[in-house]
Every structure is written in C-alpha cells, then in structure tokens.
T-cell receptor
Framework: QKEVEQDPGPLSVPEGAIVSLNCTYS??????FMWYRQYSRKGPELLMY????GNKEDGRFTAQVDKSSKYISLFIRDSQPSDSATYLC????????????FGAGTRLFVKA | NAGVMQNPRHLVRRRGQEARLRCSPM?????VYWYRQLPEEGLKFMVY????????ESGMPKERFSAEFPKEGPSILRIQQVVRGDSAAYFC???????????FGPGTRLTVT
C-alpha cells in the first residue's frame, strides 16, 4: 500500500464548476499537508499549505484536512480553463528526515 | 528575487555516460531537496541536503547516484554510468528551513539514449 493515494483521473469539468480533489494517506505521523499545481513540463507550484487538521481558504481554493479519517481535500470554486493542470497532494511528518511524500497527481481539464 | 534555478533544462546522455544536474536555491535558502518524476507518476523524494551536509538520502539509489551542496555554488546531483531507466524529470526544491514552504525549480529532463 502506498503511503499516499491519489486518483490520477483525468477529471474533466465544465468552466464554472466546483472541483473536488482528494487524497488518502496511511502514515498518522504526517502533520504538514500541501497541494501543488503542475502545468505540463513545468515544476510544481505550491497552492495551499496546512499544518495539522482544519480548513484553509485562499481565494477560489479551499483545503481541508481530516486527520481522523486520514483524508485531505482541495476544492476549486468557479473553475477556469487556466486551472487545467495536474494537482499533487503532498505531506510531511514533523520528524524522520522531513522528506515530503507526494501523491501521483490528478489531471484536471476545465472545458470552456 | 529569482526563484529556484536548474540547469540544464534538457540533458541527453548515452548509456554509460555521466549526468550532472545543477540546482541554485532561492536566495537565503539553505535547504535543498531533489526529486525524480517519471511520466504519469508523482514526485519521488531522493535526497535532502543542507549546506555541506546530506541530511536524508534514503530515497537515492546506493549505486551510481550522489549529491552535494557545497558551501559555495549550486547543489549538484550526479548520476554515473547512466542507464535508460534513469530517463526522467529531476526537480529540486529549496526552503528556508524545515516546516517552511518548498519552492520548486523548473526541472531538468534527462534522456538516456
């Protein structure tokens, strides 16, 4: 079993839709939870960063962490064609080398 | 303030040659991480370095791969005697410290022919 599971998609939605992206994980030591956006042939770009459980909102993006269920989500409101990219969840523990474990990424297509 | 720089952006090597990938972290960042990304896969952690020290190399193959982050100059990921399976995108990220945001470079795409 992978430490972080993420559905690779692809996920195709119409412009203006609400997008829900999710990851599950198995390591209860994870405390830092991140979402990255990666355009084709580019480096990942940090979108959201959450420590421990709870919600965080930034513009059209909302990140949720449910540590009891080992489940994290990213919601994108009023999706735009420019949101079409691969979204990677990532997480890290407080100890043990601080290495970040990534999900496989979900490819999102937003149709105009 | 320039972001994380990686060069070369594309590198072609024949089997058995050496590949040297460079990463210049953001100004003021002393923590560097290297990742490998295969097509349709997420990023796999390889090594975490601070200036002149390897902190965690648990994701790096024991053979042929090495990394350094000298006091002066960029971090270097070195792959000796490359094989076709080494073809991938290699990304580095830098941060101010542990528990802070990582910023990624644009990656180096290595092709082994």
């Amino acid at each position: 079993q992978k430490e972080v599971e993420q559905d690779p998609g692809p996920l195709s939605v119409p412009e203006g839709a609400i997008v829900s992206l999710n990851c599950t994980y198995s390591n209860s030591a994870f405390q830092y939870f991140m979402w990255y956006r990666q355009y084709s042939r580019k480096g990942p770009e940090l979108l959201m960063y959450t420590y421990s459980s709870g919600n965080k909102e930034d513009g059209r993006f909302t990140a949720q962490v449910d540590k009891s269920s080992k489940y994290i989500s990213l919601f994108i409101r009023d999706s735009q064609p420019s949101d079409s990219a691969t979204y990677l969840c990532a997480m890290r523990a407080d100890t043990g080398g601080f290495k970040t474990i990534f999900g496989a990424g979900t490819r999102l297509f937003v149709k105009a | 303030n320039a972001g994380v720089m990686q060069n070369p952006r594309h590198l072609v090597r024949r089997r058995g040659q050496e590949a040297r990938l460079r990463c210049s972290p953001m100004k003021g960042h002393s923590h560097v991480y290297w990742y490998r990304q295969l097509p349709e896969e997420g990023l796999k952690f390889m090594v975490y370095l601070q200036k002149e020290n390897i902190i965690d190399e648990s994701g790096m193959p024991k053979e042929r791969f090495s990394a350094e982050f000298p006091k002066e100059g960029p971090s270097i990921l070195r792959i000796q005697q490359v094989v076709r399976g080494d073809s991938a995108a290699y990304f580095c990220a830098s941060s101010l410290g542990t528990g802070t945001n990582d910023y990624f470079g644009p990656g180096t795409r290595l092709t082994v022919t």
